[in-house]
């Protein structure tokens, strides 16, 4: 008789460049302040909104993941709305979390959202309105598991 053994997967950040994830869309681009930054892991790093309201960014996965908890630090967000889809392109997306966030003088907005049914291949963020005319997302952490590759 063989023993199976059941191993309790480990809870990592899924939105790490790291791990694979990439920002493969973003309405708005400063060379200074690349959509890359958002997930590359470094809090003094961030991208700028330039330009009207909304904006957004996509996070590709490049893989099935499900995300139990997200943490976005952000200056100037007002109101925040994630979509996500389970999509092998960038499509169907679903509305998911939409969050009117708190101002913030002279310190990063952290705004932890513990997610429900998190199963996603990508996420969509978009910045709905703001406190100024730019705002700014420093980072997007999402704390789950790989579930299985895109097939």
Same mark, same amino acid.
């Given at each position: 008789?063989?023993?199976?053994?059941?191993?309790?997967?480990?809870?990592?950040?899924?939105?790490?460049?790291?791990?694979?994830?990439?920002?493969?869309?973003?309405?708005?681009?400063?060379?200074?302040?690349?959509?890359?930054?958002?997930?590359?892991?470094?809090?003094?790093?961030?991208?700028? *909104?330039? #330009?009207?309201?909304?904006? +957004?960014? /996509? !996070?590709?996965?490049?893989? %099935?993941?499900?995300?139990? @908890?997200?943490? =976005?630090?952000?200056?100037?967000?007002?109101?925040?709305?994630?979509?996500?889809?389970?999509?092998?392109?960038?499509?169907?997306?679903?509305?998911?979390?939409?969050?009117?966030?708190?101002? *913030?003088? #002279?310190?990063?907005?952290? +705004?932890? /959202? !513990?997610?429900?049914?998190? %199963?996603?291949?990508?996420? @969509?963020?978009? =910045?709905?309105?703001?406190?100024?005319?730019?705002?700014?997302?420093?980072?997007?952490?999402?704390?789950?598991?790989?579930?299985?590759?895109?097939?």
């Amino acid at each position: 008789m063989t023993q199976v053994k059941h191993f309790k997967m480990r809870n990592i950040d899924v939105c790490l460049s790291s791990e694979g994830t990439e920002v493969i869309l973003a309405t708005s681009s400063d060379e200074k302040h690349p959509p890359e930054n958002i997930i590359d892991g470094n809090p003094e790093t961030f991208w700028t *909104t330039t #330009g009207m309201f909304p904006q +957004e960014f /996509i !996070i590709c996965f490049h893989k %099935h993941v499900r995300i139990e @908890r997200l943490l =976005i630090q952000s200056y100037f967000v007002r109101t925040l709305r994630i979509e996500k889809s389970t999509s092998k392109e960038p499509v169907d997306f679903e509305q998911w979390i939409e969050r009117d966030l708190v101002h *913030t003088e #002279g310190q990063l907005q952290n +705004e932890e /959202i !513990i997610a429900r049914d998190g %199963h996603a291949t990508y996420l @969509r963020f978009i =910045i709905v309105s703001a406190f100024d005319h730019f705002a700014s997302v420093h980072s997007v952490s999402a704390e789950g598991i790989a579930v299985s590759n895109l097939s």
